[in-house]
C-alpha cells in the first residue's frame, strides 16, 4: 500500500539504514529499488548530512548519521502510523 505521506523509496531507504550500516545493494534490494535510485538517493542523503559511507575495501558502507537516526526513526514512526490501519504494523522491509 503507498504511503500518501511519504516518498515510498526514500522513506524504505532511511528505514532499512535504522538496522545499521550496509552496502549499497542489499540497500535497494530490501528497499525495493533499483540500484541506480539508491545510489542517487543515498548520495543526496549524504549531502543533507543523514547518511555517511566508508569505503571498505572495494565496496562502500552506508550508515545514517545521528541526525539521520532522528529524522528515520520518526519517519518509521510516521510509516506505522500510516499503513493499513486493519492489519497490523507493516515492517520496513515488507511490501503489501
Request: net charge neutral.
Amino acid at each position: 500500500m503507498k504511503n500518501p505521506f511519504l516518498n515510498e523509496k526514500k522513506a524504505l531507504i532511511m528505514m532499512n539504514l535504522l538496522d545499521g550500516a550496509d552496502y549499497i545493494r542489499h540497500i535497494a534490494e530490501s528497499s525495493n529499488t533499483m540500484y541506480p535510485h539508491a545510489l542517487q538517493t543515498l548520495k543526496l542523503l549524504e549531502k543533507r548530512g543523514y547518511v555517511d559511507s566508508k569505503k571498505e575495501g572495494r565496496i562502500r558502507m552506508y550508515q545514517l548519521t545521528e541526525e539521520g537516526k532522528k529524522v528515520a526513526s520518526l519517519i518509521q514512526e510516521l510509516w506505522d502510523m500510516t499503513q493499513d490501519q486493519g492489519g497490523g504494523q507493516v515492517s520496513a522491509g515488507s511490501q503489501e
